[in-house]
T-cell receptor, first 115, second 113 residues
Framework: KQEVTQIPAALSVPEGENLVLNCSFT??????LQWFRQDPGKGLTSLLL?????REQTSGRLNASLDKSSGRSTLYIAASQPGDSATYLC??????????????FGKGTHLIIQP | GAGVSQSPRYKVAKRGQDVALRCDPI?????LFWYQQALGQGPEFLTY????????KSGLPSDRFFAERPEGSVSTLKIQRTQQEDSAVYLC???????????FGQGTRLTVV
């Protein structure tokens, strides 16, 4: 059974710092990996999607990398801002030979950016 | 619609009551997923539809949980005889096909008292 672990569970840093969130998964047979942001009481907002054949994806100040063979992904946030405060979730979709499967999520990293 | 829409946003149910949660996916999206998110946890997969066909219901925690998508668009998650452990946020997601980016709704927060 696929297990996804996110480290750290919580992080509080001053505004302006660059930071890295880590995600690891136990089964490397994945189809894609997706990073989400969740604000309190809200749903999930997709940040970046990395297909299994890709190594990284970038969107603005965000960069996500994927090392499928070692079962790891990192989300890099540059020049953090108070508005980046949220819970960040990593999720993987397993490869099922053309079928579709639900995502397996980590428990998230609760990020606070201090003004 | 512009995004995935879920209703109601909040539901308080007395233990033993039946509830129905609605999901309107993004127009044209073939795949629809339901997830359950307990407080402080990541979402956990419940069930998956491709059009009107329920292809995977392995995540449903008990036979009190039932989902349907009769016309391949709107879906309803029904929970019978609710228990306190059913209290959670129920999230719906849709995608154009099963293996592409998933878009989530705002969720329904269910509290069983």
């Amino acid at each position: 059974k696929q297990e996804v672990t996110q480290i750290p569970a919580a992080l509080s840093v001053p505004e302006g710092e660059n930071l890295v969130l880590n995600c690891s998964f136990t089964d490397s047979a994945i189809y894609n990996l997706q990073w989400f942001r969740q604000d309190p009481g809200k749903g999930l907002t997709s940040l970046l999607l990395i297909q299994s054949s890709q190594r990284e994806q970038t969107s603005g100040r965000l960069n996500a990398s994927l090392d499928k063979s070692s079962g790891r992904s990192t989300l890099y946030i540059a020049a953090s801002q108070p508005g980046d405060s949220a819970t960040y979730l990593c999720a993987v979709k397993k490869y099922s030979g053309g079928g579709a499967d639900g995502l397996t999520f980590g428990k998230g990293t609760h990020l606070i950016i201090q003004p | 619609g512009a995004g995935v829409s879920q209703s109601p946003r909040y539901k308080v149910a007395k233990r033993g009551q039946d509830v129905a949660l609605r999901c309107d996916p993004i127009s044209g999206h073939v795949s629809l997923f339901w997830y359950q998110q307990a407080l402080g946890q990541g979402p956990e997969f419940l069930t998956y539809f491709q059009n009107e066909a329920q292809l995977d219901k392995s995540g449903l925690p008990s036979d009190r949980f039932f989902a349907e998508r009769p016309e391949g668009s709107v879906s309803t998650l029904k929970i019978q005889r609710t228990q306190q452990e059913d209290s959670a946020v129920y999230l719906c997601a849709s995608s154009s096909v099963g293996d592409t980016e998933a878009f989530f709704g705002q969720g329904t927060r269910l509290t069983v008292v």
